[in-house]
């Protein structure tokens, strides 16, 4: 499952979680419910909230870095490479 990060975009926009939930028509608490690790919010509220950030949806996810271990074919080391 994707963490949501919108309260980081938030702080680097300087914009409150209340004037924020203001502008989606939403209260602060159910704004901040709905960005819990519960909450679900729908793709419509996700357009919404990329909508009214000026951000690509997209942004509003965590990138998931993956990591796979290769062996060196002359040492035998493992060698960690990240794929993002």
Do not use: W
């Not at 926009?13 to 989606?24: E, M, N, Q, S, V």
């Not at 939403?26 to 909450?39: D, I, N």
């Not at 729908?42 to 357009?47: I, S, T, V």
């Not at 909230?49 to 996810?61: G, K, M, Q």
């Amino acid at each position: 499952m994707s963490t949501l990060r919108v309260k980081e975009l938030l702080k680097e926009k300087g914009i409150t979680g209340r004037d924020f939930a203001a502008k989606l028509g939403m209260t602060e608490v159910g704004f901040y419910k709905m960005l819990s690790e519960t909450g679900n919010p729908p793709l419509k509220r996700l357009q919404l909230i990329a909508e009214v950030l000026e951000v690509d949806i997209s942004e509003l996810f965590e990138k998931k870095i993956e990591t796979k271990a290769l062996k060196c074919p002359h040492c035998g080391k493992d060698i960690n490479v990240k794929i993002e």
